[in-house]
């Protein structure tokens, strides 16, 4: 079957057929007996390394398993701010590469990521606040990344309904803007990446849950075991965010993680009035506007480490505390809905990109609170370790031996919380 | 929000206590003899389990003083709280997910 190309005269030609003739954009196939590659969860991220799999290595015989639906995860269920601008050079490199890939995936995947550069601006409540960006901001010049600080009237400018009076609990004393920053449609990227790999020969296997790893008699890994039965593999990349532990364990190994709820939420649709992403770490809030019109807003994680993909209502009113004070016009707005994610936390806050102790096992985990501005970029240089049993350049810092060596890249220090 | 229930004060809502992740990890008796392995293990590898957790709690808000709890994380059901100078009450990891009472 071959690939449904989309241009504007193939929608206006299906739109005049009443869209009639549009096809299932990948196949459902079963589970062959064994690949030459499997990715583990059926995110963006192990989508994408699916996909990078088959375009840039030649290995197309893969399989994504996912043991819900794909993008069902933290891909579905985030509130798609996308930045580079971290602290550390090796952040500052990743991350960077990331941003470059979004502005050119559309076209790439032949796919609408709806990725909207419109400025993500952080915002500075304290005196701390201000030394702590304003030194982000100079660290990023020095990696070529962009990042400026804003006055508050500046501020208010570039967003409008930014409350910057100097009598609200937490005044706003100046922002850090990224301009190359924004958002991207969640499911569209988790379905631009399936459909581009399928077109590559990929298998997305859905409903098919890993519950083993069978290793052979030198350790190495050979097979999973799965709820749609064993499947053959001696290269295995586990992509699966705040479930890491959990399969990573099947094969003895440990990971310094551990899994927190995070919750957001969205209002009714309003028409537009907010033309950028504001953040504030500090006081625990950040908010866009969906293309739908709803404003999409995030909190901190939950106290405590949990599975059940809720958290609790408190931590919700709590966000939408600072934002009604930051934000008065929106106090009489309905939410809509509110829901969870797990989500893989590492002491430091940044990612494991690597290889393990087991041969032929690789994981991507660690993303947090902040992953999937990450997608591209970490699928990209994971598809290549997982090639090459070697890591990229950008991703050779981000081992787990750095907990043992004490290379942290500390971005929970640097930002002071969690981001 | 969770009700929790300390072992010195009773049933109190979840914004009154902090939470203080894995318990029962001792701190190495001889700490100049430990690895770098040893001292990873110790300040950052987390059993971060799925299902029955044992884990510090501290009555922030309350009396002040730290317990143990043992929660299942696949529904935030408190199995038992206990004071830290007890042993951690033995319980089975539930085959199915218990739904919470
Ligand atoms: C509320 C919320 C807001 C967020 N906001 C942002 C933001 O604004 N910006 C940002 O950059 N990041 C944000 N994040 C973080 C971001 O969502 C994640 O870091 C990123 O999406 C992780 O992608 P992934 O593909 O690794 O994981 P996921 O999309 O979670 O995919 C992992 C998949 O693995 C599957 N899986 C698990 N166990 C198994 C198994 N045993 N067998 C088979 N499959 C399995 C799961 O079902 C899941 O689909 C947010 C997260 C949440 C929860
Ligand atoms: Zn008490």
Redesign the interface.
Same mark, same amino acid.
């Given at each position: 079957m071959s690939r449904q190309n989309f241009s504007a005269l193939s929608l206006l030609w299906r739109g005049l057929s009443r869209h009639g003739g549009w096809r299932e954009q990948w196949r459902k196939p079963e589970p062959k007996a064994a690949y030459d590659a499997i990715i583990v969860g059926g995110g963006g991220h192990g989508l994408g390394a699916a996909y990078y799999l088959a375009k840039e290595h030649g290995i197309g015989n893969v399989a994504v398993l996912e043991k819900g639906w794909i993008g069902g995860g933290n891909t579905g269920r985030n509130t798609t701010i996308i930045r580079s601008n971290y602290l550390f050079n090796e952040s500052a490199a990743l991350y960077d590469h990331s941003v470059k890939l979004w502005e050119g995936l559309s076209q790439e995947l032949d796919y609408n990521v709806m990725f909207s550069p419109r400025g993500v601006m952080m915002l500075a409540h304290t005196v701390h606040d201000i030394q702590v960006f304003k030194r982000h901001v100079h660290a990023n010049r020095c990696n070529g990344v962009d990042n400026e600080w804003l006055e508050p009237e500046q501020a208010k400018a570039f967003c409008p309904p930014l409350n910057i009076s100097s009598d609200i609990r937490y005044p706003v004393l100046g922002a850090a803007l990224q301009r190359r920053g924004g958002t991207a449609r969640h499911d569209a990227v988790a379905w631009g990446y399936a459909r581009a790999a399928d077109a590559l020969g990929v298998d997305i296997i859905e409903n098919c849950e890993v519950t083993a790893i069978r290793r052979d008699a030198g350790g190495a890994v050979e097979a999973l075991e799965t709820t749609r039965g064993v499947i053959r593999s001696h290269k295995v990349g586990v992509s699966a965010a705040g479930h890491t532990s959990v399969i990573m364990a099947m094969a003895g190994v440990r990971l310094p993680l551990e899994s927190y709820p995070l919750q957001a939420l969205v209002s009714e649709p309003i028409k537009p009035i907010f033309p950028c992403v504001v953040m504030s770490n500090t006081i625990h809030a950040y908010i866009s506007q969906s293309d739908k019109g709803e404003l999409v807003i995030g909190a901190g994680t939950d106290a405590y480490t949990s599975y059940t993909q809720r958290g609790a209502l408190h931590i919700n009113m709590h966000t939408l505390d600072a934002i009604c004070e930051l934000f008065p016009n929106f106090r009489r707005l309905a939410m809509l809905r509110n829901w969870g994610g797990i989500v893989d936390v590492t002491p430091d806050r940044s990612p494991i990109i690597a290889k393990t102790p087991v041969p032929g096992l690789y994981v991507n985990c660690g993303w947090g609170t902040g992953g999937f501005k990450a997608t591209p970029g970490s699928a990209h240089v994971f598809a290549w370790t997982m090639a090459r049993d070697q890591a990229h350049p950008i991703n050779a810092p981000f081992t787990i031996e750095r907990f043992r060596d004490g290379y942290l890249i500390d971005e929970a220090a640097a930002a002071a919380v969690a981001h | &929000? !969770?009700i929790i229930v300390c072992p010195f004060c009773g049933k109190r809502p +979840?914004?009154e206590? /902090?939470?203080g992740?894995q318990a029962h990890i001792t701190r190495p008796e001889r700490p100049s003899e430990l690895d #770098?392995?040893a001292?990873?293990?110790f !300040?950052? &590898?987390?059993?971060?389990t799925?299902g029955i957790?044992a +884990?510090r709690w501290r009555h922030a808000r309350g009396c002040g003083r730290f317990f143990n709890a043992l929660?299942d /994380? /696949?529904? #935030?059901h408190f199995v038992a709280t206990y004071r830290i100078d007890e042993p951690q009450p033995q319980i089975e990891q539930p085959a199915e997910p218990v739904p919470p009472p």
């Open positions: - | &929000m !969770l +979840e914004i206590f /902090t939470y992740g #770098d392995q001292w990873a293990e !300040l950052y &590898m987390r059993s971060n799925k957790h +884990e929660r /994380t /696949t529904t #935030d």
